[in-house]
């Protein structure tokens, strides 16, 4: 197919009177992958009636970033958005020290891009991070 009108990693195959495009697991539908399978928001997932529980967005619609999986939290009157990482919850770190520095890599389930166009659509934003110290002392305080 040249040119390649499938968008969003769409697989193209022609033939002498037409292409067609296979939008299979792109997140993407229509005659050229254009229209997003997902919705923007969790929010929007709200307006659609459903519950709190891991959801697919594409904050930018049809835009160039891809879908990706959050926790949506529709308990409240606001919506909560939360985008997961690799780090299991109430991770045991031990044996750190002074000298033996313990470093962890947290890799999130979206790109920065991903991230910024949710955070930047977002009325607020917070980042959590907890710590929780058995006969140790935090940043050496007493």
């Keep these: 197919c040249l040119p390649n009108y499938c968008e969003h ?4 195959t022609q033939n002498w009177d037409m292409f067609t495009c296979s939008c299979d697991g792109t997140g993407y539908t229509g005659a ?6 997902y919705e923007q928001s969790c929010d929007a997932y709200k307006h ?5 529980d891991v959801y697919w967005i594409d904050p930018d619609g049809s835009g160039p970033l ?6 949506c939290n529709m308990t409240e009157d606001k919506v909560w958005t939360t985008v997961t990482n690799n780090l299991p919850t109430q991770t045991a770190v031990s044996g ?4 033996r520095r313990t470093v962890l890599q947290l890799n999130y389930s979206a790109t920065m891009e991903q991230i910024s166009a949710v955070t930047e659509a977002a009325d607020h934003c917070e980042q959590h991070i ?4 058995r006969l140790s002392r ?5």
Excluded: A, D, I, Q
């Excluded at 891809?66 to 926790?71: E, T």
């Design 9 to 12: 990693g769409g697989r193209c």
């Design 32 to 37: 050229t992958c254009h229209m997003p399978l």
């Design 66 to 71: 891809g879908p990706f999986k959050v926790f």
């Design 48 to 52: 659609l009636g459903k519950y709190s």
């Design 130 to 133: 907890t710590y929780t110290c």
């Design 96 to 99: 750190s020290s002074r000298e």
């Design 138 to 142: 935090l940043l050496n305080t007493p």
